[in-house]
């Protein structure tokens, strides 16, 4: 029977051997009775989806600021869409979707109002008290930030969830991990030096197939490319330049939709018959086997890496150095910078919730606790708050 999607057939797919099990899981650090209804993994995404961190996301950038326009991509319609992917390559490959579908949906949790330039701003704003990082900040809020559950702190994820969350670029050096993984490693071993599971590693090209085409999108709706300015881009022109020929009546909104529909195809294929090459290769037996691997087991052949690189290089150059999306984040610098020294010199100017949980001014505590308050905002809370703050006219 002939499917939609990214593969022509639906055969039935056994789990691999080496796929991440909920019945082998490593538990959570709070244990809590198993759900009659649902595995760890599906619990966790659940909560994740259930979080305010998560709700928080409709209205944190991606690319452009949110009140640009009503369709450019937010943080959560992001994640939905590097979740749906990561479904699908891990249903192909025999792994454990939920898992995927978790860590895909949480991968975003820790990022800042305003996208990079947010982040930016408040790395170098808590450079002095053990820096911002919004990876390490996404294991923060999941394991303390999030204040929901009668027992326990954060959301209490599994190992495997946490152990994803963690290794989201790979393996890690114990010499340049953020301060705030380490202090939880030391309750909480997450093996930071090897590999991440199968299901982490797909969701973190998942997350690589999703920015870069829909970047390509928002870029051409809001103007600041055009589809021949992507001419020479290795794999991106040619499939602009097979649309317009076979089909040359195409509007410009069509086409667009069109060529991102079979890049993101392309990518994903890729994916798949790589990963499978690496698999035969390496023949792992278990998850644990996938971990200790000298290479990540989920990857890009190398001559889509290579496509992949020239389209980053493409976009940085030619879309976020554009002068529009420099002077908003230079303006979002700005504002950062402008609410994290007022309330670090002045904490009673927090929400008292906040406020109370402050040990004075200008110390390593408040100055984590304000980089946590500033960011759990969304764009638009932050332009408000700054208004609030710096605007004598505004209201409190």
Same mark, same amino acid.
């Given at each position: 029977m002939a499917r939609g999607g990214y593969f022509p057939e639906m055969p039935q797919i056994t789990p691999a051997p080496f796929a991440s099990r909920p019945d082998l899981s490593r538990g959570r650090l709070n244990a809590e009775p198993e759900s009659a209804a649902r595995s760890p993994f599906q619990r966790d995404r659940d909560r994740i989806i259930h979080s305010a961190?998560?709700?928080?996301?409709?209205?944190? !950038?991606?690319?452009?600021?949110?009140?640009? %326009?009503?369709?450019?991509?937010?943080? $959560? !319609?992001?994640?939905?869409?590097?979740?749906?992917?990561?479904?699908?390559?891990?249903?192909?490959? %025999? $792994?454990?979707?939920?898992?995927?579908?978790? $860590?895909?949906?949480?991968?975003?949790? %820790?990022? !800042?109002p305003f996208g990079h330039a947010g982040e930016d701003a408040l790395s170098a704003a808590m450079k002095p008290y053990g820096g911002f990082d919004h990876n390490a900040h996404t294991l923060r809020i999941v394991v303390e930030l999030e204040g929901r559950y009668a027992a326990f702190d954060g959301l209490n994820l599994t190992w495997e969830t946490l152990e994803g969350i963690v290794k989201h670029n790979g393996p890690m050096d114990a010499n340049t991990v953020p301060e705030t993984i380490s202090r939880y490693l030391q309750r909480h071993d997450l093996e930071i030096a090897t590999h991440a599971g199968p299901e982490a590693q797909v969701a973190a090209q998942a997350d690589d197939i999703a920015y870069n085409n829909h970047d390509i999108d928002d870029g051409l709706r809001a103007g600041l490319l055009t589809v021949d300015d992507f001419a020479d881009v290795p794999m991106v022109g040619p499939v602009f330049h097979e649309l317009r020929k076979n089909f040359p009546y195409l509007d410009t909104p069509r086409l667009v939709h069109e060529a991102i529909r079979r890049l993101i195809n392309a990518m994903v294929t890729d994916l798949v018959a790589e990963t499978r090459a690496r698999i035969a290769r390496h023949a792992p037996r278990t998850v644990e086997e996938v971990r200790g691997l000298s290479e990540p087991i989920a990857a890009f052949s190398t001559q889509m890496q290579d496509n992949d690189r020239s389209l980053k290089e493409f976009l940085f150059e030619n879309m976020y150095r554009h002068f529009r999306l420099n002077r908003m984040a230079s303006k979002a610098r700005r504002v950062l910078t402008d609410l994290f020294d007022l309330l670090l010199s002045e904490p009673q100017c927090l929400p008292t919730v906040w406020y109370q949980r402050a040990d004075g001014a200008g110390t390593p505590v408040t100055a984590r606790l304000v980089a946590d308050y500033i960011a759990g905002m969304t764009d638009r809370y932050a332009l408000k708050e700054h208004a609030r703050l710096f605007d004598l006219s505004a209201q409190t």
């Amino acid at each position: 029977m002939a499917r939609g999607g990214y593969f022509p057939e639906m055969p039935q797919i056994t789990p691999a051997p080496f796929a991440s099990r909920p019945d082998l899981s490593r538990g959570r650090l709070n244990a809590e009775p198993e759900s009659a209804a649902r595995s760890p993994f599906q619990r966790d995404r659940d909560r994740i989806i259930h979080s305010a961190a998560f709700r928080r996301l409709e209205h944190k !950038t991606q690319v452009f600021v949110h009140h640009e %326009g009503d369709h450019y991509r937010s943080r $959560l !319609t992001h994640s939905l869409e590097v979740a749906q992917i990561a479904r699908s390559v891990s249903r192909e490959l %025999g $792994l454990n979707e939920d898992l995927a579908e978790a $860590l895909a949906l949480a991968h975003d949790l %820790g990022h !800042t109002p305003f996208g990079h330039a947010g982040e930016d701003a408040l790395s170098a704003a808590m450079k002095p008290y053990g820096g911002f990082d919004h990876n390490a900040h996404t294991l923060r809020i999941v394991v303390e930030l999030e204040g929901r559950y009668a027992a326990f702190d954060g959301l209490n994820l599994t190992w495997e969830t946490l152990e994803g969350i963690v290794k989201h670029n790979g393996p890690m050096d114990a010499n340049t991990v953020p301060e705030t993984i380490s202090r939880y490693l030391q309750r909480h071993d997450l093996e930071i030096a090897t590999h991440a599971g199968p299901e982490a590693q797909v969701a973190a090209q998942a997350d690589d197939i999703a920015y870069n085409n829909h970047d390509i999108d928002d870029g051409l709706r809001a103007g600041l490319l055009t589809v021949d300015d992507f001419a020479d881009v290795p794999m991106v022109g040619p499939v602009f330049h097979e649309l317009r020929k076979n089909f040359p009546y195409l509007d410009t909104p069509r086409l667009v939709h069109e060529a991102i529909r079979r890049l993101i195809n392309a990518m994903v294929t890729d994916l798949v018959a790589e990963t499978r090459a690496r698999i035969a290769r390496h023949a792992p037996r278990t998850v644990e086997e996938v971990r200790g691997l000298s290479e990540p087991i989920a990857a890009f052949s190398t001559q889509m890496q290579d496509n992949d690189r020239s389209l980053k290089e493409f976009l940085f150059e030619n879309m976020y150095r554009h002068f529009r999306l420099n002077r908003m984040a230079s303006k979002a610098r700005r504002v950062l910078t402008d609410l994290f020294d007022l309330l670090l010199s002045e904490p009673q100017c927090l929400p008292t919730v906040w406020y109370q949980r402050a040990d004075g001014a200008g110390t390593p505590v408040t100055a984590r606790l304000v980089a946590d308050y500033i960011a759990g905002m969304t764009d638009r809370y932050a332009l408000k708050e700054h208004a609030r703050l710096f605007d004598l006219s505004a209201q409190t």
